[in-house]
């Protein structure tokens, strides 16, 4: 399970503060997470502060008392910047991943542009080579028709035999 400084705080019974401190330890270090610049902690992490700090459940809630007769109206206005600080961190984090997001679509996008310039191009010359072809056949019927009245053209020009020579001629 993992546990935010706030209910650290409140299960151990004191300030989060102080809970920050206990964090900068170098046996804590492995048993912190932050995820979008919130730091949890896990069980044993949890455990170590506890038996760092030598307490027990009763004497938690003295050692919070006792705290809170301490703590000043610095230290609460401190804790409140320390939280706004946190959101603002936050808000920038989330900024720059989603300006480099952003950034990372935009170079998709032209991308994707430069695809379909190419696509339109291939698909105008496809056409042409398409009218092209179809050219070439309506030439080539063109020029079988001007062989066949070629030929029918030559054949009128030839003498007609009769009916008799034809049959005797050959």
């Known amino acids: 399970m993992l546990y935010t400084v706030m209910q650290v705080s409140e299960s151990i019974g004191i300030s989060k503060q102080n809970i920050y401190k206990k964090l900068k330890l170098k046996e804590l270090q492995n048993h912190i997470i932050k995820k979008q610049g919130i730091a949890y902690i896990d069980e044993?992490?949890?455990?170590?502060?506890?038996?760092?700090?030598?307490?027990?459940?009763?004497?938690?809630?003295?050692?919070?008392?006792?705290?809170?007769?301490?703590?000043?109206?610095?230290?609460?206005?401190s804790q409140n910047m320390n939280v706004d600080d946190d959101i603002i961190n936050i808000n920038i984090d989330i900024i720059k991943t989603l300006t480099e997001q952003l950034?990372?679509?935009?170079?998709?996008?032209?991308?994707?542009?430069?695809?379909?310039?190419?696509?339109?191009?291939?698909?105008?010359?496809?056409?042409?080579?398409?009218?092209?072809?179809?050219l070439e056949e309506r030439f080539q019927d063109l020029?079988?028709?001007?062989?066949?009245?070629?030929?029918?053209?030559?054949?009128?020009?030839?003498?007609?035999?009769?009916?008799?020579?034809r049959l005797f001629n050959n």
């Open 44 to 77: 044993i992490g949890f455990n170590l502060i506890k038996d760092r700090l030598n307490l027990n459940d009763y004497n938690s809630k003295n050692f919070e008392k006792e705290e809170l007769e301490v703590c000043t109206e610095e230290t609460e206005e």
């Open 103 to 134: 950034k990372e679509k935009n170079i998709q996008l032209n991308e994707l542009n430069e695809r379909l310039k190419q696509e339109q191009e291939l698909n105008k010359n496809n056409q042409v080579l398409h009218e092209i072809k179809q």
């Open 143 to 165: 020029d079988d028709k001007l062989l066949n009245i070629k030929d029918q053209v030559e054949e009128c020009k030839e003498p007609q035999k009769g009916l008799f020579k």
